[in-house]
């Protein structure tokens, strides 16, 4: 497509009133305004020809087989110019779906030969399923009088998950961590609670692991040796519902405790635990059933990936029944859920009740640091007052919520998306430490 610049069309309007005083004053000279009409429209003939033709320009696009939520990676671009001029000057724009958001205008200089590589940094908002519709290119004559566009289908799909590049990466810091410490050899033997040998008693050995009863029987000192205890049931609850689908800088509230949930999989799998995960929102979605072992993991993986995003309320009667009734023992429950005051949790807490009766109850949710910032800002009008007496109010709600929580036995997880992760492989380490379960 070739359409002329503001360029030309000044060029052309530059003669306009020559061509008025002509038409006025000397109808003889009509000559001169053809003459003139005639010059700009050679000149932008002349570019025509001299730019860059649209018929020889191609474009390539190499695209990640997989996309991350939260993540940036890049996309390829390949521009050539098969023969003919190459532009001084060449702009695009990459179209893509929501998830990949608005992709601003890019200009080029510079040609390696006929090609010019390109790349394009994408950060997906949301899981599901991104899409590279086509690529918009165009550039301007020599002259600067016509500009050339050229538009690129590609129709490309890539499916984005949730961030197990970053739950990899954090994995392998913990595991070498512990391993350089020497903690992964002494929790296999020695800091659990359950009996497992008993062994004469050496030095360095800790004097109160000393079986007086049955060192007294066999006349020298028995220890007994404990192994770390496994096969514990770790449940991760995740509520798709609307306030969980809500952005926190950025990113989806649920993406960031899916990507947080997955961690605790799979340093709980690894430490020989059975997780399940389970997802609801208005009724029961994802039920994964109990997995175990880290092969498992990418099970889990692809399984997180189509949780839903909901715009309705969710269910925690319905959910947290039906999630109660699959557990046949003792079990770790960390629901990922949020909630803005006492009313719309009354619900939450009368179920989680009920669990907290057979199992052990952690509830993870996020810092709301906008209603924090809105109580502490400076009350310099009468909306920032208002604005601030709100927000205090919403807080002191939560922290009410929290209150009642705690004095069902219920753990609790309020911190930021950075300390997010940490916090709750943490508490899951203190948890086992602890012999809670």
Avoid: C
Wanted: net charge neutral.
């Amino acid at each position: 497509m070739i359409s002329p610049t503001l360029r030309a069309i000044f060029l052309m309007l530059l003669g306009l009133p020559i061509l008025v005083a002509i038409a006025l004053l000397a109808p003889e000279l009509w000559i001169v305004s053809a003459g003139w009409i005639a010059g700009v429209s050679a000149l932008i003939a002349v570019d025509t020809l001299l730019g860059a033709s649209v018929r020889h320009y191609s474009a390539k696009v190499s695209l990640p087989p997989l996309l991350y939520v939260g993540s940036a990676d890049d996309v390829q671009l390949d521009l050539e110019f098969a023969e003919g001029p190459l532009p001084a000057r060449i702009e695009i724009q990459l179209e893509t779906n929501a998830l990949l958001g608005t992709q601003a205008p890019q200009g080029l200089r510079g040609w390696d030969g006929r090609n010019r590589p390109h790349t394009i940094s994408v950060t997906p908002s949301r899981r599901g399923v991104a899409k590279v519709v086509r690529l918009w290119s165009r550039w301007q004559g020599p002259l600067g009088l016509i500009q050339k566009r050229h538009i690129q289908p590609f129709d490309l799909d890539v499916p984005v998950t949730p961030n197990v590049r970053w739950v990899r990466d954090e994995a392998i810091r913990l595991f070498s961590r512990d391993a350089e410490f020497g903690i992964k050899t002494q929790i296999e033997r020695g800091d659990g609670s359950e009996f497992d040998a008993l062994r004469e008693f050496s030095s360095g050995m800790d004097r109160r692991a000393i079986d007086w009863k049955h060192s007294a029987r066999h006349r020298h000192l028995l220890a007994k040796e404990f192994k770390t205890e496994r096969n514990h049931n770790i449940v991760f609850a995740f509520d798709t519902g609307r306030l969980m689908s809500e952005p926190l800088g950025g990113v989806p509230k649920i993406d960031r405790a899916v990507t947080a949930g997955l961690l605790l999989a799979y340093v709980s799998l690894r430490n020989g635990d059975r997780t399940m995960l389970y997802g609801f929102s208005e009724r029961p979605g994802l039920n994964s059933g109990f997995l175990t072992g880290t092969s498992s993991f990418p099970k889990a993986q692809a399984m997180v990936a189509e949780l839903e995003y909901s715009e309705d309320e969710a269910n925690f009667t319905l959910a947290l029944s039906n999630l109660g009734a699959q557990l046949q023992r003792r079990s770790l429950i960390i629901i990922f859920s949020d909630f803005v005051d006492t009313i719309s949790a009354e619900l939450m807490l009368e179920n989680v009740k009920r669990l907290t009766d057979r199992h052990l109850v952690l509830f993870a949710t996020f810092e709301d640091a906008a209603l924090s910032q809105m109580a502490d800002a400076p009350p310099d009008t009468a909306q920032d007052v208002a604005r601030a007496v709100i927000a205090d109010t919403l807080l002191a709600e939560r922290d009410v919520v929290f209150r009642r929580l705690q004095r069902l036995g219920v753990q609790i997880i309020e911190t930021t998306p950075e300390a997010f992760s940490a916090e709750l492989v943490s508490r899951y380490l203190q948890i086992k430490q602890r012999d809670m379960l």
